[in-house]
């Protein structure tokens, strides 16, 4: 369940220490822009010590330096070793990039005898290149289950300007959020950049669940609970959803395909969207079925 | 306009008939701003007299003098609520023969009531003072609003002077202590900064770890069993407490309910909920911004009231007994819950109870919150340093990594858990913090007792002993 990934810098203990207490599916411990160049080499040590030291109650997420730099590799040794869930490539243009990494990962789980493939790799799309090859990123490794869209860095590659009504990656985010959904796999959102505006906030992550993800990023703790809400099933929309498998079921024993509640027609894909409803609420709120 | 007018403060001391080995009270009103305690007890050093024991209803940074008084002899007594670092310091590392009496904002009225704190001279602080000594904390340049602490020293104290700097005709109106208590009035030109009785905190805090937290503490009260419509509540005046009034609002909406009153220290925040119709009023024992004194000045359902009224336990009724919920900080939490607010974690006195023990005692449901780890201590240790409120008055612990619920409540640790909240044994929350910030070693301390720690019942709760300079941190 990715409703809400949450970033913080490796850099700072403190940061580290309580990383996991804001309610966020998954916490992603940036080695990448939140890590100053000259900090590197330290963040990485202590956030290896972090990951030995602090058991997480949430996916732990790394975000890694990008193929470009001189540090990816360097991030990987340290910290593959360590067992994350998730590693977040960054920059990534072509399936090929992928590929590399996942090469990288695996030599490094076999030399500490660890389960290959164990690892995921969300990647982060984030310029020109990645938008359009999304599909084939996508299908580039199976460790892959999810694609991350950065808005930042891809409006800075297309010349772009980030704007509050976010036309400009209206398309980065449909091919994204295509892609993702083709392959089976999650589609989780960038960012919403100020920070305290949480009626914002909620608004954008309303288009982009209507438009098909099923997460979105957070850089403030505050932010995590309004996500939270907005991807998860309400209690109404529970009980309807439930009101209505139960009575597709009777119907379906009958041999219709067909049910009609509350004067609304269920039937095939609509039926699959309640039931995941019904099993999305039951898994958030631990009910026992 | 003479009345009982005198000419200076140190005709006052003389006409009181000060001698060695006197007490003299002073409240603490005006907090770091406050002018009148260093303007009388340096006027009493000057003067020549020496052994005096000061009895304060706290004592803040703006009391530093007593530092100095005490190193030479004009101070040897200290009676109070609440003593900040300064003078903490000093204490701690053993400047005094005898103890400091540490007291709760509740059981102070009544120990000077009965005798067992008997005060000399009461050197009163007024905003606005006629000749006659009527007296309030809510009028001229520098009110500071609630003179709630001022009530029994006024009452009680053999001898009464109201110091004002802003004197007006008789009769002065509003009146928060009458001119039935008064024997002289002093004119000065400055009482102090008002500007220094703010708490620092004027807006709920946006530190993520805060709200964490207080949000928690809200949702324990709102699955309490508690949480109805007239409910009576108070916070401390920390920065987590009083963020609990951001989602105690968003509570209240969601339920559709509202409370008869917030109990205690006031500021903007509160005042806030007031006019926002949140609570119907608000029992005021001191002011601690510029919001809560134009408050108090101006709206009637902002009510004034004495530290007894407040939360004298011994009494036959006070507003304390009637509360529904307290939220309040912790320096330390122990597994059998007693908190610490008294001493930090070097054992040094920062601090005091001030209402803490006596609200953690009367209220349905007390809720103490700390972080789990500040830097690297942990907040639950095996066993605080100062036991300030004892942990039979403690009902909850939140911390950003769990809540506690005090064994003696198996009721309210089933609701709390059927609601789905992050319910632990304080002994996991111990070793959660122990295994990532180790075991702290113990503090060095000597044999001599520095300070006498009193309950909201006036029995010694602990007593407070002196740093071991020699192997101390600090």
Redesign the interface.
């Known amino acids: 369940m990715r409703r809400s990934i949450m970033f913080l810098p490796a850099a700072k203990p403190g940061n580290l220490l309580n990383a996991d207490v804001y309610g966020a599916d998954g916490i992603v411990i940036d080695l990448e822009d939140a890590t100053a160049i000259g900090e590197k080499d330290s963040a990485r040590i202590l956030l290896k010590h972090a990951l030995r030291t602090f058991h997480y109650n949430a996916e732990v997420i790394i975000r890694i330096n990008s193929l470009s730099t001189p540090w990816w590799k360097a991030d990987l040794e340290m910290i593959v070793p360590e067992k994350p869930d998730t590693i977040m490539p960054t920059k990534v243009y072509t399936p090929n990039d992928i590929r590399l990494i996942d090469e990288t990962i695996t030599r490094i789980e076999t030399e500490h005898g660890m389960e290959v493939g164990k690892i995921r790799l969300l990647p982060l799309l984030e310029t020109a290149g990645g938008i359009e090859h999304a599909y084939e990123i996508a299908l580039a490794s199976p460790r892959i289950d999810g694609l991350y869209l950065g808005a930042v860095d891809l409006a800075l590659d297309m010349k772009a300007t980030l704007t509050d009504e976010s036309y400009e990656i209206a398309y980065a985010r449909s091919r994204l959020v295509t892609a993702a959904r083709t392959v089976g796999i999650d589609a989780i959102d960038t960012p919403y950049l100020q920070v305290r505006n949480y009626e914002g906030l909620q608004k954008v992550t309303r288009i982009v669940k209507n438009m098909g993800f099923n997460g979105k990023a957070c850089i403030y703790p505050g932010q995590v609970s309004y996500v939270n809400a907005i991807f998860s099933p309400t209690a109404e929309e529970y009980e309807i959803a439930k009101a209505v498998v139960s009575a597709f079921n009777q119907a379906e024993s009958e041999g219709r395909g067909v049910v009609v509640v509350g004067g609304k027609m269920y039937d095939g894909p609509a039926i699959t969207i309640v039931r995941n409803t019904v099993e999305e609420y039951e898994r958030i709120n631990g009910v026992r079925t | 306009m003479k009345g009982k007018l005198v000419a200076s403060v140190e005709e006052a001391i003389r006409l009181c008939g000060l001698k060695d080995g006197m007490t003299v009270s002073f409240h603490h009103h005006l907090r770091d701003g406050d002018g009148v305690l260093p303007m009388v007890m340096n006027k009493i050093s000057e003067m020549g007299f020496h052994d005096i024991t000061v009895s304060a209803s706290g004592i803040h940074g703006s009391h530093g003098c007593l530092v100095d008084l005490i190193k030479n002899g004009v101070v040897t007594g200290i009676d109070t609520d609440y003593i900040s670092k300064v003078v903490g310091l000093s204490i701690s590392h053993g400047s005094m023969d005898r103890p400091v009496i540490f007291r709760t904002h509740g059981n102070r009225p009544h120990a000077i009531a009965v005798g067992e704190s008997p005060i000399d001279i009461a050197f009163i602080a007024a905003s606005a003072a006629d000749c006659q000594g009527n007296m309030n904390g809510v009028s001229g340049p520098s009110a500071f609003g609630s003179m709630g602490y001022a009530f029994a020293d006024a009452a009680y104290a053999k001898k009464v002077v109201v110091i004002t700097d802003n004197l007006v005709e008789y009769p002065l109106t509003p009146i928060s202590i009458d001119e039935r208590y008064a024997d002289y009035v002093v004119a000065v030109d400055s009482i102090g900064d008002v500007n220094g009785i703010r708490s620092g905190i004027t807006a709920v805090t946006?530190n993520?770890?805060s709200?964490?937290i207080a949000k928690k503490a809200v949702s324990v009260f709102e699955n309490s069993g508690l949480f109805e419509e007239g409910f009576i509540y108070q916070t401390g005046g920390g920065s987590i407490s009083l963020a609990t009034t951001k989602f105690l609002q968003a509570a209240m909406d969601r339920k559709g309910i509202r409370g008869s009153a917030i109990l205690g220290g006031t500021n903007g925040l509160l005042v806030d909920l007031l006019e926002k119709g949140y609570f119907r009023k608000i029992m005021d024992i001191q002011c601690l911004d510029l919001d809560a004194v134009e408050s108090i000045k101006r709206n009637q359902e902002h009510q004034e009231i004495s530290a007894a009224c407040y939360a004298d336990m011994l009494s036959k009724s006070c507003v304390a007994k009637h509360l529904t919920c307290v939220m309040l900080g912790a320096t330390e939490i122990d597994l059998d819950f007693n908190v610490n607010v008294h001493t930090d974690s070097n054992g040094i006195i920062r601090g005091g109870s001030g209402g803490h023990t006596d609200i953690a005692h009367g209220a349905k449901l007390t809720i103490a919150m700390a972080p789990l780890?500040r830097q690297r201590r942990s907040a639950v240790l095996e066993h605080v340093t100062t036991k300030s409120t004892l942990g039979d008055s403690i009902d909850v612990f939140v911390t950003?990594?769990g809540i506690a619920v005090n064994p003696k409540r198996p009721d309210l640790r089933s609701r709390l858990v059927d609601a789905?909240l992050p319910v632990k044994e304080i002994g996991e929350l111990y070793e959660t913090a122990r295994a990532?910030a180790g075991k702290p070693d113990p503090l060095p301390f000597t044999d001599k007792v520095v300070g006498k720690v009193y309950g909201y019942d006036g029995q010694l709760s602990d007593v407070i002993r002196q740093v071991d300079e020699s192997k101390a941190a600090v």
């Open positions: 946006q993520p770890m709200l964490e780890l950003q990594r789905g990532l």
